[in-house]
């Protein structure tokens, strides 16, 4: 996996939760794997939008209104999605649209740094490994906290059928998913932002 595929993947994930928020009660929806319910093309546009602007990505995403639309090329331009107008979208199926688009983006922001800056895939290789240090030891930390509180709630909920090791394995499992979700979120948030800032400072520069 790259910082690419943790994007599409938190890009997602996102989407989801603005897709569901105002269906959810205290607007924290609980995102399941098992939930693939279709949306609108233009529910998943603005639920899409929102995501990337909140994770600092300069994603701008249409309802292309014709398929036919699709010569023009704005589907392949880097920083551009058209989502067709006729196909209702899962989850699973975003991520087949929003990939390519991700990928179209960092490879332009890549080439930009590379052939106009002069970075090499070392430095490139530096932006992720930055981008995962800095979530690394607040996810870590988080974790640990969120264990010992583990040990507390099986205590309570431990039942005679369900003897707290049980309840604890369970939880350590769900939270262990949690981190590695949080950091791979945390971790594709910094990546792209950071290459975009990087150009800007170099363009001041001169």
């Known amino acids: 996996e790259t910082a690419r595929d943790w994007t599409t993947d938190a890009l997602v994930r996102a989407t989801q939760v603005n897709l569901l928020k105002d269906k959810s009660p205290d607007g924290c929806p609980e995102i399941k794997p098992e939930d693939n319910r279709k949306f609108k093309p233009k529910e998943m546009a603005r639920a899409l939008s929102e995501a990337a602007k909140e994770m600092g990505i300069p994603l701008q995403v249409d309802v292309n209104p014709h398929p036919l639309g699709l010569i023009f090329g704005l589907d392949r331009a880097p920083g551009h999605l058209l989502l067709d107008s006729d196909r209702k979208l899962t989850a699973d199926a975003l991520r087949e649209v929003v990939a390519p688009a991700v990928d179209r983006l960092y490879l332009d922001l890549q080439s930009r740094l ?31 906290e969120q264990m010992e509180e583990n040990k507390r709630a099986a205590g309570l909920q431990a039942k005679d059928n369900n003897p707290a090791i049980q309840v604890y394995q369970k939880l350590a499992f769900q939270t262990f998913s949690d981190t590695v979700a949080t950091f791979k979120d ?10 975009i800032r990087t150009l800007d400072l170099l363009d001041k520069v001169g």
């Not at 945390?186 to 290459?195: D, L, R, S, Y």
Request: aromatic share 8%; net charge neutral.
């Open 186 to 195: 945390g971790t594709a948030k910094k990546v792209i932002p950071t290459m």
């Open 114 to 144: 590379v052939q106009g800056k002069g970075y090499d895939s070392k430095d490139l290789t530096k932006f992720q490994k930055d981008a995962m240090l800095d979530n690394m030891d607040s996810a870590w930390t988080d974790h640990l």
